[in-house]
């Protein structure tokens, strides 16, 4: 039976999307890892947090790797990228030399099947980027280009979200697999990378809260009923299906929890959507029938307009 | 004289650790935080409101210490008092976290160190033992009745300056309820035997980890009074086994200084060598010079010598021991979990109550914005020990953040005095049993459930060489 080797590692981050993936019900991470699908059995060969090993010795990470045979690996990063002191900053070993972090990912994903970026700060920067910036603070696709594609011709692929919801991250590697198996239907992706599977629509679109939004029912402080709009919300321009899929086994949301999405899964994140509580609330413009033209009156720019001003703020810049 | 270097995994954060051996005995040690990612600089200039979001990001760990820190600190900047029932929703939220948190050290991260191929106790065994495969399920538990409250985990939604955005209703209360009656039942019946025997086997066998008792904690869990002496864990300084006070205010806090002779300042980057006088970015904070050790260890004995120095939960006991030590530190974990188990039921009926009067719940009140200088601190126990959170703010906005985390103190470097960290003590002593040193040396470091607030979690050794190549970053 082939073995499909999972790399997983953290760069700047708070281990935030590991306790995620930790939390995944069904399946379990313990099942995930202990499934076979055709002839390939999936194991996690490297993650800080759930492995046997017990420290690092010499060689480290690169000995599970440098094993001509074992190029048949998945290559996972969670946290961004320092390129600021990047020499000082973040090294790693590779076949005796000490490289950058930037580097050491750059060769890395040379051999690997698939490259996944977990979490806004893998993704994109993420909180670490927010100004000042004191440790240059890049996403993995900022450092491998957008052009990069792996050796099965995926490009890098994002799956956003401060933390990401572990179906995401779980359903986005199964995709994956199915890809490099030719027994799954191509990865559709957006423009910023992420599958379409669990960011084609806004969180709004599967708000339970959408309903007061359409009868103008507005909070006007927190704990009382309504749609959390006035308040700052910013589900009318942030991408995911989190609303309805819940988190930690379907217990609850941010919205269910009565408070107001921030936008963590875009690029964005967090400079573009702050404040992220507007207090007092911003009166609304009462204008029949309420959406997109309400949003946009708001300041909070419809969805065409969000991704324009995306496109000239972001470092990105909106490449496919 | 041997040296070892080496970074410990399954441990939240970046630490890399040097021993020196002698024979079959440490004979010196560092522990180097290597990480720094500026997060209390980003949070200047935020909005007061948004900066509470920012501070959850610190660590996806303990994410909900970290808001709950901040936000507590935010309202006393702004004068405010959270309602009753935000309170009691907050501490519901708290207990399930430290339940999971400590499941997740006890099962997952540190008990693999006692099972095969290193120890003998088979059920804490990596991806077999039947404690760890259910303490997987059991953190998820718990975690679970958490976000019933915080709508997620981590990098919790609800918690808001003011109070929290959720509501208190029955149905809530109840599937909360249900979950950790599930968790307590396990708790006691399969982890607490299990860690008793591990105990049991190790406390004589294992000569690992002992230091001064030293300890600190700020204590957690407030009732609706808010006075930190009514805390369920009370706040309190122990100095060589004796508890010399428990005046958070007045006796604790202000008392806390930080020593940065042997931390990095700002960017100063790249010196990494533990010969160069400066080798960590961890700052050195003391207790009037003391170097103190926080975590459950502490919170237990405190709490011990001021309820007749000893704690039951229903048929187990809690003695402090001669002196902390590793096996001392994994079980005070262990047992804490049981006694969270079992007081969260009381915080259930607080709740009860509270609906019970059949009054408007308020959950949330509304700040003004205060233009001028304010400064507010939060001071509380993330599951590895104290945290403290300080602002100062001007016009509703952050004007400067100070976090103190738990492996601040635990981990900390030398001070001016030259006085090692508690970490370094800890390691100091022990005495190598297994064939491979790095085992025990591993053991000893994990016990204090390490959690560089914000893990950066890289990673190069050179083992044998003096120098610490893996230079991160984080707050």
């Known amino acids: 039976m082939k073995e499909l080797k999972i790399l997983w590692l953290q760069g700047q981050g708070c281990s935030g999307c590991s306790i995620s993936l930790l939390q995944s019900s069904y399946p379990s991470l313990e099942e995930f890892v202990e499934t076979s699908l055709r002839e390939l059995k999936i194991n996690i060969n490297f993650h800080p947090l759930f492995m046997p090993l017990n420290f690092l010795d010499e060689g480290g990470i690169s000995k599970l790797l440098c094993d001509p045979q074992s190029d048949n690996f998945l290559f996972i990063i969670e946290g961004s990228i320092p390129t600021r002191d990047s020499d000082k900053n973040l090294t790693l070993h590779i076949e005796g030399e000490e490289i950058p972090f930037a580097k050491y990912i750059e060769k890395i994903s040379l051999k690997a099947l698939a490259v996944m970026a977990v979490g806004t700060c893998a993704s994109f920067g993420g909180i670490n980027a927010l100004d000042p910036d004191l440790t240059g603070a890049r996403g993995v696709r900022e450092i491998l280009g957008s052009n990069h594609r792996s050796r099965k011709g995926l490009p890098v692929i994002n799956v956003p979200g401060c933390p990401p919801h572990p179906d995401w991250i779980l359903g986005t590697l199964l995709d994956i697999i199915l890809y490099i198996l030719d027994i799954g239907t191509p990865i559709e992706l957006d423009e910023y990378n992420r599958p379409k599977r669990f960011y084609a629509r806004t969180v709004h679109e599967s708000c339970p809260l959408a309903g007061f939004f359409s009868e103008t029912i507005f909070a006007k402080k927190f704990g009382e009923q309504g749609c959390l709009l006035a308040l700052g919300c910013k589900g009318p321009v942030a991408y995911g299906d989190c609303p309805e899929r819940k988190w930690n086994g379907g217990v609850s949301s941010c919205m269910i929890s009565g408070s107001v999405c921030i936008g963590c899964t875009e690029p964005g994140f967090p400079r573009e959507f702050m404040p992220f509580i507007y207090y007092p609330p911003k009166p609304l413009p009462l204008i029949f029938p309420p959406p997109a033209s309400v949003v946009q009156l708001y300041g909070l720019y419809g969805r065409s307009m969000w991704e324009e001003l995306l496109k000239k703020k972001t470092r990105l810049g909106g490449q496919a | ?475």
Not at chain 2, 38 to 63: K, Q
Not at chain 2, 157 to 180: H, M, Y
Not at chain 2, 353 to 374: N, Q, Y
Request: charged residues 25%.
């Open chain 2, 1 to 475: 004289m041997k040296e070892i270097v080496l970074t410990p995994t399954r441990i939240e954060g970046h630490l890399t650790v040097k021993v020196v051996l002698e024979g079959r005995r440490v004979v010196e040690a560092f522990t180097s935080g290597t990480m720094y990612r500026g997060i209390e600089l980003l949070m200047r200039g935020r909005t007061l409101a948004d900066a509470v979001f920012l501070a959850s990001r610190v660590c996806g760990v303990c994410s909900l210490p970290h808001s709950l820190a901040s936000v507590t600190a935010m309202e006393r900047a702004l004068g405010i008092v959270p309602p009753p029932a935000a309170i009691i929703l907050r501490n519901l939220m708290m207990y399930a976290y430290l339940i999971y948190d400590h499941i997740l050290h006890c099962c997952i991260l540190a008990g693999p160190d006692y099972a095969p191929p290193h120890g003998v106790i088979e059920d804490l065994k990596w991806g077999e033992g039947k404690v760890f495969l259910e303490g997987l399920k059991m953190q998820r538990k718990a975690l679970e009745a958490s976000a019933i409250f915080s709508g997620k985990f981590p990098h919790s939604a609800s918690i808001i300056v003011g109070g929290v955005s959720v509501n208190l209703d029955p149905q809530k209360l109840f599937t909360f309820a249900s979950r950790l009656k599930e968790a307590k039942k396990w708790v006691m019946e399969v982890m607490i035997p299990t860690f008793e025997k591990l105990h049991e086997k190790y406390s004589s066998e294992l000569i690992s980890g002992e230091r001064e008792a030293n300890l600190i904690t700020y204590g957690v869990l407030d009732d609706t009074s808010l006075d930190p002496a009514r805390r369920v864990f009370k706040p309190g300084v122990i100095i060589n086994g004796a508890l010399i006070t428990t005046d958070l205010f007045n006796e604790i806090e202000p008392y806390v200084q930080e020593d940065t002779t042997y931390t990095y300042q700002g960017r100063e980057l790249g010196n990494t060598s533990l010969e160069h006088r400066k080798y960590s970015y961890v700052k050195a904070p003391r207790y009037r010079g003391y170097v103190m050790e926080t975590g459950p260890l502490a919170r237990l004995w405190v709490n011990a010598l001021l309820s007749g120095g000893k704690i039951r939960v229903e048929t187990i006991e809690w003695k402090p021991p001669r002196k902390p030590n590793t096996v001392e530190r994994v079980y005070a974990r262990a047992f804490e979990t049981a006694f969270l188990c079992s007081r969260v039921f009381d915080e259930i009926e607080n709740a009860l109550e509270m609906l019970r009067k059949r009054e408007e719940l308020v959950t949330w009140i509304p700040w003004r914005e205060v233009r001028g200088e304010s400064s507010g601190v939060g001071l509380i126990e993330a599951a590895r020990g104290a945290l403290k959170h300080r602002v100062e703010a001007g016009n509703f906005t952050v004007k400067s953040y100070e976090i103190i985390s738990p492996t601040t103190w635990n981990a900390s470097p030398r001070d001016k005095y030259g006085k090692r960290g508690a970490v370094e003590e800890a390691l100091v002593n022990t005495e190598i049993q297994s064939n491979d040193p790095a085992v025990d040396i591993v053991r000893v470091v994990r016990a204090f459930d390490p959690c560089m607030a914000c893990a950066v979690h890289y990673i190069t050794i050179s083992r044998g060489s003096p120098e610490i190549r893996a230079a991160t970053i984080s707050a």
